[in-house]
């Protein structure tokens, strides 16, 4: 079946340490990909996306995330964690109509 | 500043009751979605709307109905409300027109629950 995983459910880092989320899918074709974020009693905010092109792609708040199609992979990652990165993170996919189709989400806390 | 507007952040219903919640995007947006969110298993897709008065299921539709009289007003309908039905529900739209209608905004939520 297809379907977007993230294997994390919950990741703790230190503020100021680097951060990495997973994301693979398993559609047949390159889909489009999403990042969201939720903020605490927030709604879904876009931060990055990818159509085609480079593979690594710069997003809002100092994301980025790197396509892999060997490895149908779209990993987000954060040089350097701040305490307001604390939020839910979710991977979309688009396979081949307008339909997001989501992860399960991954929850980080920022320890101090 | 683009917007998604939903009528209640919280709310509390009881077994039976019809329950109504508004979405309005003020984007000018053709395409419209309603989606529920629990706990580890992201977001469902219940129904969404590409037009005024036209409508398609989504992934989980049991149970609800929606109504689109207005460009801008989207509006989730649980006929008879059940404890199961407890849950985020979360509005999105986008405008038509590949790639950029894939990519959604969001409400805030209501996080609704069922008594």
């Known amino acids: 079946a297809q379907s977007v995983t993230q294997p994390d459910i919950h990741i703790t880092v230190s503020e100021g340490a680097s951060l990495e989320l997973r994301c693979n899918y398993s559609?047949?074709?390159?889909?489009?990909l999403f990042w969201y974020v939720q903020s605490p009693g927030q709604g879904l905010q876009l931060l990055l996306k990818?159509?085609?092109?480079?593979?690594l792609v710069q997003g809002i708040k100092g994301f980025e995330a790197e396509f892999k199609r060997s490895q149908s992979s779209f990993n987000l990652r954060k040089p350097s964690v701040h305490w307001s990165d604390a939020a839910e993170y979710f991977c979309a996919v688009v396979p081949n109509d307008y339909k997001l189709s989501f992860g399960a989400g991954t929850t980080v806390t920022v320890r101090a | 500043d683009v917007k998604v507007t939903q009528s209640s952040r919280y709310l509390v219903k009881r077994t039976g009751e019809k329950v109504f919640l508004e979405c309005v995007q003020d984007?000018?947006?053709?395409?419209m979605f309603w989606y529920r969110q629990d706990p580890g298993l992201g977001l469902r897709l219940i129904y969404f709307s590409y037009d005024v008065k036209m409508k398609e299921k989504g992934d989980i539709p049991e149970g609800y109905s929606v109504s689109r009289e207005k460009k801008e007003r989207f509006s989730l309908i649980l006929e008879s409300a059940s404890t199961n039905q407890t849950s985020m529900y979360l509005c999105?739209?986008?405008?038509?027109?590949?790639?950029?209608?894939?990519?959604?905004?969001f409400g805030p939520g209501t996080r609704l629950t069922v008594t």
């Open positions: 990818y159509f085609s092109g480079d593979t």
């Open positions: 999105a739209s986008s405008p038509i027109g590949a790639p950029n209608s894939y990519e959604q905004y």
């Open positions: 984007m000018d947006h053709e395409n």
């Open positions: 559609y047949g074709a390159t889909p489009y």
